[in-house]
T-cell receptor, first 110, second 112 residues
Framework: GEDVEQSLFLSVREGDSSVINCTYT??????LYWYKQEPGAGLQLLTY?????DMKQDQRLTVLLNKKDKHLSLRIADTQTGDSAIYFC??????????FGTGTRLTIIP | DGGITQSPKYLFRKEGQNVTLSCEQN?????MYWYRQDPGQGLRLIYY???????QKGDIAEGYSVSREKKESFPLTVTSAQKNPTAFYLC???????????FGQGTRLTVV
């Protein structure tokens, strides 16, 4: 079955880059997503990548997809205090199923 | 085992009918959420509830209704007013609004 894993915690100094990693087992997904969950809010879609792409960049965010190793990462450049949140990766399988990772809590150190 | 359960996994509805999707959790979580997933768009928040007998509209509440009579249950009704109801629906819960989310397996609704 599908399994998506993430590290539970990540601490980064303000101004440094954050790299949040995600590994998955099923490579038949169509899209892979990164979501952000902030206090008092629901899930917010940050970015997504189509499964036949290797990289996508959007301002401070860079998504890298290594299909051979089944590894997805989200890099946040110049991390700010407002980036503190829980980050989820998710795999979509043709609109039939959406499998989430466990979430990574990003803490910013001043 | 503790968890969050959605049922059914697949649901078919005729146009003009209301249909209710079930979401139950035994995690003792206060907050529960309903999202809708469309390909390439990511999740969109329909409704959420922070506590029993209280719920708030999300970004796309029109055509949907919810209730929260019990802490464990947060059913979503897709009404005939929802113009494009065919989608994948995901339920989630959190202990509070600022904690890790747990997700159900999802319900695929198809209008025929």
């Amino acid at each position: 079955g599908e399994d998506v894993e993430q590290s539970l915690f990540l601490s980064v100094r303000e101004g440094d880059s954050s790299v949040i990693n995600c590994t998955y087992t099923d490579s038949s997904s169509t899209y892979l997503y990164w979501y952000k969950q902030e206090p008092g809010a629901g899930l917010q879609l940050l970015t997504y990548i189509f499964s036949n792409m290797d990289m996508k960049q959007d301002q401070r965010l860079t998504v890298l997809l290594n299909k051979k190793d089944k590894h997805l990462s989200l890099r946040i450049a110049d991390t700010q205090t407002g980036d503190s949140a829980i980050y989820f990766c998710a795999e979509e399988f043709g609109n039939e199923k959406l499998t989430f990772g466990t979430g990574t809590r990003l803490t910013i150190i001043p | 085992d503790g968890g969050i359960t959605q049922s059914p996994k697949y649901l078919f509805r005729k146009e003009g009918q209301n249909v209710t999707l079930s979401c139950e959790q035994n995690l003792n979580h206060d907050a529960m959420y309903w999202y809708r997933q469309d390909p390439g768009q990511g999740l969109r928040l329909i409704y959420y509830s922070q506590i029993v007998n209280d719920f708030q509209k999300g970004d796309i509440a029109e055509g949907y209704s919810v209730s929260r009579e019990k802490k464990e249950s947060f059913p979503l009704t897709v009404t005939s007013a929802q113009k494009n109801p065919t989608a994948f629906y995901l339920c989630a819960s959190t202990e509070e609004l600022n904690t890790e989310a747990f997700f159900g397996q999802g319900t695929r609704l198809t209008v025929v």
